[in-house]
């Protein structure tokens, strides 16, 4: 039997120490194997070994009772020498992105812009030999311009004056766009214009025969948008201190002693003291086409036709007279040499035996017509009209189309693509001058249509003149032939401008639009006469002597029983006629002005 060995292990167990270890002895040197040597580090750290399961998570915050030598560890940690050069090294890549960003941002605004500029210049072409800052002052100035292009529907007018004057200034100064301008010899190069005695003086126009006509055409078409914008501005003053347009009737001055307030939200009214003429007046660009040298004939007669308009608005009827009467020269002094006695010039009724007939001629008669007709000059407007339809009846008919090309090939269409794209179209040629004889096309025949709503309206309206006393007042409201005659002529024109409308080409939009417009015109004109024959109608109760008919009247005569019995119920069956008509022709005109935006000229980018 062994012996008991419990003995000997306590005699081990009593061998070790009974004391703690003595802690304040150093303890033997580590070796560190998870960081850097001492030299690398920012702070000085614990000697112990940093092992990741040794520390709380990056996530969770240290306590704030935590020893200041733990918050060292971490900053030593996040300090060293590869972090710091990893920091440099994104500080640097995230310079370079923001600069590489900066210039791709850069390059893309470069792009939208000369996009932009490509698309503006498509859509208002603007002659090459221009510079650049002044096709786009002239585009600013044509896009301000529309009516779309302020969300409220109101034309800055000033903006787009100022837009206009400025490339006007630089078109004229030889130092930009007007090199090679020559002004004609004269006292302070100013000319009275002959017939204008209510304006007075104006600047005398340029010679502009030595620019090409792609220049003129420009420099015409700039006069013309800063006429139309003074037109707008001629009855406004412009505040020098605060530089804010205002109408006339706001200012505060003693030309204007009751002056009317300002709308609500708006600035305060301007001094007289302080106000100056908002713009120029339309005289002084008018007048200027009409002085110039280089224009074509019907530029020129454009300008007289328009300003004569302008006059009439503005009350100087005898001043619009003779302005149509110039514009009537112009039209006579193109004509080929040898063409005499074909408009009298006193009456302007186009002569029967006219060998010779352009279409700046008929264009000056009809607007001279129309003056007349406006002024209540019913007997000298009549004959021109009639003289005017007679001699665009007269006309020859267009020449035979030639065949229609073949279609493409998908090689040409796509280089066609891609070469209106790349390029750059150019101007577009000149339009005819109206110094040649005019030809019947469609567009033709849409104008005789409207010449005839004239016939038919003056000869409605001077019916209500004849019936006025001393005749009795039961035969002034009965129909006379004049108003028959008048609605008749309205008749045709409506079906004259609908038929033309409807067979015309698609293609041919501005005869279209003229069309659209007699068609319109016809329509309104049609429903005012027979809804004014129905009011007289019920109006007029017919006596024993109006049912057996009374002598014949001193125009075209009275109406006899038979006539008198048939007008019973004929107007409120034609105005029945007259809605219904209404309503298809409003259904075409609608479609007519969808399918017009859609045909609207341009190409790729929605250009046009």
Not at 427 to 437: H, N, T, V
Request: hydrophobic fraction near 35%; aromatic fraction near 8%; charged fraction near 25%.
């Amino acid at each position: 039997m062994l012996p008991p060995r419990l003995s000997i292990a306590r005699i081990i167990l009593n061998r070790r120490p009974l004391r703690p270890p003595n802690l304040k002895c150093n303890p033997p040197g580590l070796r560190l194997f998870t960081q850097n040597s001492q030299l690398l580090l920012v702070s000085r750290t614990s000697p112990r070994p940093e092992l990741p399961y040794l520390y709380v998570s990056s996530g969770s915050p240290f306590p704030r009772t935590a020893p200041s030598t733990q918050y060292q560890g971490r900053l030593a940690r996040y300090l060293t020498t590869e972090k710091k050069q990893r920091i440099k090294t994104e500080a640097k890549l995230t310079v370079k992105y923001i600069f590489y960003f900066h210039i791709i941002a850069g390059f893309a605004l470069a792009l939208v812009w000369l996009v932009s500029v490509q698309i503006k210049e498509r859509r208002y072409q603007t002659p090459p030999e221009w510079s650049f800052r002044t096709r786009n002052i002239y585009r600013t100035a044509r896009i301000m311009s529309e009516p779309n292009f302020n969300p409220s529907g109101v034309t800055e007018w000033p903006q787009v004056g100022n837009n206009y004057w400025v490339a006007l200034s630089r078109l004229e100064d030889p130092s930009v766009d007007g090199k090679d301008l020559q002004i004609p010899p004269g006292d302070d190069h100013r000319v009275y214009v002959v017939g204008i005695n209510a304006l007075g003086f104006t600047r005398n126009g340029l010679d502009l025969l030595s620019k090409s006509e792609e220049w003129r055409r420009g420099y015409y078409s700039v006069l013309m948008g800063a006429a139309r914008a003074a037109e707008h501005l001629d009855e406004e003053v412009r505040d020098t201190k605060r530089n804010i347009t205002f109408p006339k009737e706001h200012m505060i001055g003693p030309s204007n002693p009751r002056p009317k307030p300002v709308p609500h939200g708006a600035a305060s009214p301007p001094l007289e003291e302080n106000c100056v003429p908002a713009s120029e007046s339309p005289h002084t660009f008018y007048t200027k086409i009409l002085t110039s040298t280089g224009f074509s004939t019907r530029q020129r007669l454009d300008a007289a036709l328009v300003y004569a308009d302008w006059l009439e608005f503005k009350g100087l009827h005898e001043t619009a007279e003779e302005m149509y009467d110039w514009g009537l020269d112009i039209a006579m002094g193109a004509l080929p040499v040898g063409v005499n006695n074909v408009v009298d010039t006193q009456t302007g009724i186009i002569s029967n035996n006219a060998a010779y007939v352009s279409n700046n001629l008929l264009k000056a008669t009809t607007a001279m017509a129309i003056h007349h007709a406006r002024n209540g000059n019913l007997t000298a407007a009549l004959p021109i009209f009639l003289s005017v339809l007679r001699a665009k009846k007269q006309l020859s008919l267009p020449p035979i189309p030639d065949a229609p090309k073949a279609e493409p090939t998908t090689m040409e269409w796509v280089m066609s693509l891609a070469k209106s794209i790349l390029l750059t179209p150019p101007y577009p040629p000149p339009p005819p001058s109206g110094d040649e004889a005019p030809i019947r096309t469609p567009e033709a025949v849409c104008e005789e249509a409207a010449v005839m709503a004239h016939v038919g309206e003056i000869l409605f309206a001077s019916s209500n003149e004849d019936s006025k006393p001393p005749m009795k007042e039961s035969k002034s409201r009965s129909t006379s032939r004049k108003q028959k005659s008048g609605l008749s002529w309205t008749r045709d024109a409506v079906d004259v401008s609908e038929s033309t409308l409807t067979s015309m080409d698609a293609a041919d939009l501005d005869g279209r639009q003229t069309c659209a417009e007699c068609l319109r015109t016809g329509m309104d004109n049609w429903s005012a006469m027979v809804r004014k024959m129905v009011r007289d109608q019920q109006r007029f109760v017919p006596t024993k002597e109006d049912k057996v008919g009374n002598g014949r009247g001193w125009f075209w005569g009275g109406e006899s029983t038979e006539e008198a019995e048939e007008d019973e119920g004929r107007w409120e069956r034609e105005l029945q006629l007259v809605d219904e008509r209404m309503g298809s022709v409003q259904r075409l005109l609608e479609n007519e002005e969808e399918s017009r935006k859609q045909r609207k000229p341009g190409g790729w980018l929605g250009l046009g």
